[in-house]
C-alpha cells in the first residue's frame, strides 16, 4: 500500500519546490519499490466551512487597499486620532504594571479577566449610573470579541436577530458567521424607531436585539431618552434579550447623551436580566491594548467565558493591568475632556464644509458626538445619487470615504455614505471635503 503524505502549503518534487496556493491540498504518493524522486501530486480544492458562505471580506478593509495613493485624504477609516494617546500616561501605567506586579502582568490569567482591571471598570462604570460588581462583568478583547462571544452562546443557524438599518459592518458579518438571519430595523436621528421595532420583535420574536444606541456606527445617531426607556418595556413585555453596545458613548461634545439602557434599567422593573452591555477603550484610551468587557445576566456571562477560554484563554494580563493602572491613577476624565474638545472642534468643522462645499447635493445631521458623519445624496441639480459611483469619483480627486450600502443587513441605501473626522485637522477636513465639492 502507498504511503500517503499531505503538504501544504509547498512541497518538493525531485529536489524542486512547487509553491502551492492556500486553497490546494497536495497528496504525495509514495512507492516504496520506486524511486523516491518519483512522486505523484493529486490536487483538490480546500473544503471550507459552509458558514463561510454567509459572509464577505469587510468592504471597508478592502477600500484601504486604494489608500496608498500619495496625498490622499482617508474620511473612511473608524480610528481615534492616535495624536490623542496619552502616551506619557499610558506609559506610566506600563511602568507600574512592569514594576508592582511583573509577575501578575506578564503571566497567564483568568479568563473572566485580571481583577484589578474588573474592580477598575466596576468603578468606572458606577461613574456612569450603572451599580455592577466586578464579577458581574467579564473582560474581552476589546468590544468586537464580545459581540462574537455572543454571537456563539446565543445563534443557531436561522435564529433571527434585530438589527438597525445601518449598523455596524462587523456586527452584521460576525452574526451571519453564526448563521444569524438578521432583520433590519429602520432608525432616524433619534436611534431606532421603537414602534417599528414591537412591531418586528412581535413578528419575529428574535434571539436578541442588537443596538448602538448612542452616537451610532455608522449613523451618529443617538437614541432619545424616551425610545430608551421604550426599549426596556420591549425587552420585559417580549422577554428579548438587548444587545447595548457602547463604544462611543464617552465622546459626547456638549451636552452628555442620555444615560445608556443598562443604567436606566434599574427604572424598569425586570428589564436589568434581559440587557447584555458591551464597553471599550479603544476609542478613548486605545485600540492596541484591546481591552472591552461585557456586562451581561450571570447565565451569559458563564457561557461567554466558557466559549473565551476556547478562542483566546484571556485577554493579555499585561495590557490589562496596564489598562488597570491607568484608570487607577485617575488620567481617564482628563484624557477624556481632550478628546472630546478636539472632535468636537472636527465635526463642527467637517459639517460647515460640507453644508459650504455640498450644499443641497447632500443632507445630514449634525452629529453631538462620536467619530462619524452619516450623509445621504439628494440628487438634486443633477448630482449622482450612487454612493459607489461618487466614492470612485472621490478617489480620483485624492479623498477616501465608505459608501453606505455595506452596513445595511437588507436593502441598502445606496445613496449614504460614511466620513469620519477623527484622524483629520482641521485644515485636512476643509482641503478633503473641497475635493469632495469637485467630485460630486
Not at 504525495?28 to 471550507?48: D, G, H, I, K
Not at 431618552?225 to 458613548?249: H, M, N, S
Amino acid at each position: 500500500m502507498p504511503e500517503l503524505h499531505r503538504l501544504w502549503p509547498r512541497a518538493r518534487v525531485g529536489g524542486c519546490r512547487l509553491e502551492l496556493c492556500a486553497e490546494t491540498l497536495v497528496t504525495m504518493v509514495r512507492y516504496p519499490f520506486l524511486n523516491s524522486s518519483l512522486t505523484f501530486l493529486y490536487w483538490a480544492p480546500m473544503q471550507f466551512a459552509d458558514r463561510l458562505n454567509n459572509v464577505e471580506t469587510s468592504a471597508i478593509r478592502e477600500l484601504f487597499k486604494l489608500l496608498g495613493k500619495p496625498g490622499i485624504i482617508s474620511f473612511a477609516g473608524g480610528f481615534p486620532d492616535s495624536a490623542m494617546f496619552d502616551v506619557a500616561g499610558i506609559k506610566e501605567a506600563v511602568n507600574l504594571a512592569l514594576t508592582q506586579e511583573p509577575g501578575a502582568a506578564l503571566q497567564y490569567g483568568a479568563t473572566e479577566g485580571y481583577n484589578p482591571l474588573r474592580e477598575q471598570l466596576s468603578a468606572f462604570m458606577k461613574s456612569k449610573g450603572v451599580d455592577v460588581s466586578p464579577e458581574g462583568l467579564i473582560v474581552t478583547t476589546g468590544s468586537q470579541q464580545a459581540l462574537d462571544l455572543l454571537g456563539k452562546t446565543m445563534i443557531s443557524p436561522g435564529d433571527k436577530v434585530i438589527v438597525e438599518a445601518p449598523t455596524f459592518l462587523a456586527t452584521i458579518q460576525c452574526f451571519r458567521l453564526y448563521g444569524a438571519e438578521l432583520i433590519s430595523a429602520p432608525i432616524d436621528a433619534d436611534g431606532v424607531k421603537t414602534d417599528e421595532l414591537e412591531k418586528l420583535i412581535a413578528e419575529h420574536k428574535p434571539k436578541f436585539v442588537y443596538l448602538i444606541p448612542t452616537f451610532g456606527n455608522p449613523s451618529g445617531a443617538t437614541l432619545s431618552l424616551e425610545r430608551r426607556k421604550k426599549v426596556l418595556e420591549l425587552a420585559v413585555k417580549y422577554q428579548t434579550l438587548i444587545v447595548e453596545d457602547d463604544p462611543y458613548g464617552d465622546l459626547y461634545f456638549n451636552k452628555a447623551p442620555p444615560p445608556s439602557i443598562l443604567s436606566l434599567s434599574k427604572d424598569v422593573p425586570g428589564s436589568r436580566e434581559l440587557i447584555a452591555h458591551c464597553g471599550s477603550l479603544s476609542k478613548v484610551l486605545s485600540p492596541g491594548l484591546r481591552v472591552g468587557w461585557m456586562i451581561a445576566p450571570a447565565e451569559l456571562l458563564a457561557k461567554a467565558t466558557m466559549c473565551k477560554q476556547f478562542s483566546d484563554a484571556h485577554t493579555s494580563t499585561f495590557a490589562q493591568a496596564t489598562a488597570a493602572h491607568y484608570l487607577k491613577a485617575g488620567r481617564m476624565p482628563a484624557t477624556l475632556a481632550n478628546v472630546r474638545k478636539v472632535y468636537g472642534e472636527r465635526a463642527v468643522a467637517m459639517g460647515a464644509a460640507l453644508k459650504r462645499e455640498l450644499g443641497d447635493a447632500i443632507e445630514f445631521t449634525q452629529p453631538q458626538g462620536g467619530l462619524f458623519f452619516w450623509v445621504r445624496l439628494t440628487g438634486a441639480g443633477g448630482n449622482t445619487k450612487d454612493a459607489g459611483e461618487f466614492a470612485k469619483r472621490a478617489i480620483e480627486k485624492g479623498v477616501a470615504f465608505v459608501p453606505g450600502a455595506p452596513f445595511y443587513a437588507a436593502d441598502p441605501d445606496v445613496a449614504t455614505f460614511r466620513l469620519s473626522f477623527a484622524t483629520a485637522d482641521v485644515g485636512k477636513i476643509e482641503e478633503g471635503v473641497g475635493r469632495l465639492g469637485k467630485a460630486i
